[in-house]
């Protein structure tokens, strides 16, 4: 029922930051819970972010609590990942995934719905 596509990835700095554009299609996907996830080579997909339907709660990992942002805006049908201050470690393949129902989870059999996934590269 949702088509996403990820935009915004490329090569930084660490230090640097990157803004990460999930671009969805379809009919009622401003009532879909959206979250980010990252995998890099040979490692299991990580959970990064989520963000209830209505925007008002959002759900970080640990590691990226402080750095990272999640956001929405339901009148351009697009979910945000604000990335700062990079780490080496947070290069991956960065995938924007939505789940039916607007609460927010970290476990990524929940989603329903998986774009592509966009690369992030971050060199020390």
């Known amino acids: 029922q949702v088509q996403l596509v990820e935009s915004g990835g490329g090569l930084v700095q660490a230090g640097g930051s990157l803004r990460l554009s999930c671009a969805a299609s379809g009919s009622n996907f401003s009532r879909f819970a959206t979250g980010w996830f990252r995998q890099a080579p040979g490692k299991e997909r990580e959970f990064v972010a989520a963000?209830?339907?209505?925007?008002?709660?959002?759900r970080y990992a640990g590691s990226m609590k402080g750095r990272f942002t999640i956001s929405r805006d339901n009148a351009k049908n697009t979910v945000y990942l604000q990335m700062n201050s990079l780490k080496p470690e947070d290069t991956a393949v960065y995938f924007c995934?939505?789940?039916?129902?607007?609460?927010?989870?970290?476990?990524?059999?929940?989603?329903?719905?998986w774009g592509q996934g966009t690369q992030v590269t971050v060199s020390s």
């Open positions: 995934a939505a789940k039916i129902g607007g609460a927010t989870s970290g476990n990524w059999d929940t989603y329903d719905y």
């Open positions: 963000i209830s339907w209505t925007g008002g709660s959002t």
